[in-house]
């Protein structure tokens, strides 16, 4: 073939490329290297075609013959560096492509791709020079203007990210722009702000599904309910292979009570929590009626992606943990996003000042969210030994501090929930590390060794559906706050309740309130007569499903009484004036529950097998209340219309909580502490001595 035909004929493939006809340009090109071997430049070609056809190997190997046959082709190296990135050699391709800057330093593409290489390699500082150095030649180039600000974003740098973004925009409207501000607005909190970027961008892109889904978390965020839904299925509309969209879709509509709508796509997440690609959020699936099998391996599947994704990031850190020094305390450090006006801190400030209090460790609080100005942030931040706020920080920076204050026992008190940091956790920056309090289930995750539990909680039995060990405590391992006072009682008519009425309250979220539990609470007013249901105000369109459903259940919608938030101590002063807390299930009251006990108000539970559902039974087991814990839900309808019914067998109850929440130890936040604390020290132990990970019960526990 002559040099002139050869040429023409790559012309081809060039122009089938342009046109988009990948596997026409691949086909042909092939055929051409057939005939002239040693033509780099149709080697190249064909690696391009097939790198746009996702044959990563082959496009591999065809560029590495380009390469070959024309080491000084800046264009095949940088092909290459593509394709090998495109295998997961990120090593390979960071040093092709710093040979390639080399040669060419002014060229703000090769300075580009070499800056994405480099945050696939998880170095984003270096990343950041080089989307710089770009820049300082192409002040405009587009894609490094964008990328850098991805990396400013991913470093912690909001204002300067959001600053770039705006000036990108100001040049040049631009979807992909849109998008990233958006999730820096994200970030800082400013949610409007974010749900009108991803606005701009679908304007811009009417056919992007990621729009209307962020949208849509921005809106969720904000308690815009219906708002979030509408997002959520025009996401779905335009990409029905969008599964994170359908699983808050599914998560918002439990917020609304809209159970039919629930119902539908129920056997479509349980499918995918079960197929192991990790797209179905652990703690939404806890609101689902699963197994603790199914559970697990639903954690596993998106822990194993949190794995994934963190591989370039451990291998650059690549941090160690040297030996505490003899008779050094234990260093332990407990990071959440719930240190301030949260429940966790509710739950925790009085055992953390507590253990702040023991000689023998030094109690580090890393919060991720910023400082409220709230009290529960001054009573933690006195507490610790240390207490470092790191709102909106890369999880590196977060690891990093952990391994350079050289934390002992690392304790994630957020798991799957929302604002955790799984990330962190997954770079190993401690050498044990333990799961707690927020997250009520295996996270089924590797890098986690210890969840820290109780016997009830997680009997022997079920040991096996949880990845960690199980490091148990004596007692219930829900902490409370003894000292919050508990104000006199405000008048019935104050919230609409009939002054000589049982009251059965239920103040957990709208999305533990399914259908069964409350057809179980429906039949429970049927057996009392005139008693009326107390419930959280949801909005309006979940009460008036909650009227709706009443009505078909046979009770008068009128026996439904709606209540609204109230600040914690107005909160916890008016359960004294509901005679039985009627639980929910798969999901318990958690934090609502002690709550309710704390106050003087009886928690009847129907515990399950799973974690989640097993938590107030744990807080009546440990409270000495065996009578409050039903077998199922007949007896759970029987129990509470028995108490209903009976006036002096209902304050004998109440009266026997008020004796059992001062002898049984549920409050003892001292003694709590010292078992917390013995329990770390097991776990230290163990890992000292070269022994990994094993269920740990405490002596006479």
Not at 252 to 259: P, T
Not at 499 to 515: I, P, Q, T
Request: glycine letters at 8%; proline letters at 6%; hydrophobic letters at 45%.
């Amino acid at each position: 073939m002559s040099g002139r035909t050869a040429s023409a004929l790559t012309a081809r493939v060039v122009e089938r490329l342009q046109q988009g006809d990948a596997a026409g340009a691949e086909a042909q090109a092939r055929q051409l290297r057939a005939a002239v071997p040693d033509d780099p430049e149709l080697a190249r070609l064909h690696g391009v075609a097939l790198l746009l056809l996702e044959r990563n190997d082959e496009a591999r190997r065809a560029l590495e013959a380009a390469v070959r046959l024309d080491p000084a082709s800046v264009d095949a190296r940088g092909n290459l560096a593509s394709a090998l990135l495109a295998v997961g050699d990120t090593a390979g391709a960071v040093a092709l492509l710093e040979q390639v800057v080399r040669d060419r330093p002014a060229n703000p593409a090769l300075r580009n791709n070499f800056a994405n290489a480099l945050r696939a390699a998880g170095d984003d500082l270096r990343a950041r020079d080089q989307y710089l150095a770009a820049l300082a030649v192409a002040p405009d180039h587009f894609g490094a203007s964008v990328n850098l600000a991805a990396v400013e974003l991913s470093l912690g740098a909001l204002g300067a990210a959001e600053t770039r973004l705006r000036g990108v925009l100001a040049r040049q409207p631009h979807p992909q722009a849109w998008l990233l501000l958006g999730h820096v607005l994200s970030r800082a909190q400013r949610y409007a702000e974010a749900e009108a970027a991803y606005a701009q961008g679908a304007r811009l892109a009417p056919a992007v599904a990621q729009f209307p889904y962020h949208a849509g978390l921005m809106a969720d965020e904000q308690q815009h309910f219906a708002e979030a839904i509408r997002l959520y299925r025009r996401a779905l509309q335009l990409d029905p292979g969008l599964q994170l969209a359908e699983g808050q879709l599914l998560f918002v509509l439990r917020r609304e009570c809209d159970w039919d709508a629930a119902a539908a796509l129920c056997p479509r997440i349980k499918a995918r929590a079960l197929d192991g690609s990790g797209s179905v959020d652990p703690f939404a699936f806890l609101a689902e009626d699963a197994t603790p099998g199914e559970q697990l391996a639903c954690a596993r599947a998106r822990a194993a992606r949190v794995v994934h994704d963190a591989q370039p990031l451990a291998h650059r850190l690549h941090f160690t943990h040297a030996p505490r020094p003899a008779h050094a305390r234990l260093k332990v450090g407990f990071v959440s996003a719930g240190f301030h006006a949260h429940a966790t801190a509710l739950l925790t400030a009085a055992m953390f000042a507590e253990m702040g209090k023991l000689g023998d460790l030094e109690l580090h609080l890393i919060a991720t969210t910023p400082d409220d100005g709230r009290d529960a942030r001054r009573r933690l931040r006195a507490a610790a030994h240390s207490f470092v706020e790191m709102p909106g920080q890369p999880v590196t920076a977060i690891a990093q501090h952990v391994n350079d204050a050289r934390i002992d026992v690392l304790v994630d008190v957020d798991g799957w929930c929302s604002g955790g940091t799984p990330g962190v956790f997954a770079l190993r920056p401690a050498p044990v590390q333990a799961s707690w309090l927020a997250y009520p289930g295996t996270t089924g995750a590797p890098y986690i060794d210890y969840l820290i539990a109780d016997d009830y909680l997680i009997p022997e039995p079920s040991r096996r559906f949880y990845s960690e060990a199980i490091a148990y405590l004596p007692r219930c391992y829900q902490p409370s706050d003894p000292s919050r006072p508990v104000g006199a009682a405000p008048p019935r008519a104050a919230f609409g309740l009939p002054a000589g009425a049982v009251v059965f309250a239920s103040f957990n979220n709208a999305w533990k309130l399914n259908a069964a539990s409350f057809t179980r609470m429906c039949a429970v007013l049927l057996g009392v007569k005139g008693s009326v249901l107390w419930l959280l105000d949801n909005g309006h369109a979940a009460n008036a499903r909650l009227r709706e459903a009443a009505r078909r259940r046979g009770v008068d919608p009128g026996r439904l009484v709606f209540t609204p938030p109230l600040p914690h101590l107005e909160h916890l002063a008016r359960y004294q004036l509901a005679d039985l807390f009627l639980d929910t299930n798969p999901y318990n009251a958690h934090t609502t529950a002690s709550d309710a006990i704390w106050a003087g108000c009886p928690v009847l539970t129907r515990p399950g097998a799973t974690f989640e559902s097993r938590v107030a039974g744990s807080l009546n087991h440990f409270l000495g209340m065996p009578e409050l814990i039903a077998d199922d839900d007949a007896a759970f309808i029987d129990s509470a219309i028995r108490f209903g019914n009976d006036p002096p067998v209902l304050r004998a109850l109440h009266e026997r909580l008020a004796a059992q929440r001062a002898l049984s130890g549920l409050f003892d936040m001292h003694a709590y502490a010292r078992d917390f604390a013995a329990l770390l020290h097991a776990m230290d132990a163990r890992h000292a001595r070269g022994a990994g990970p094993a269920h740990i019960r405490l002596q006479g526990g």
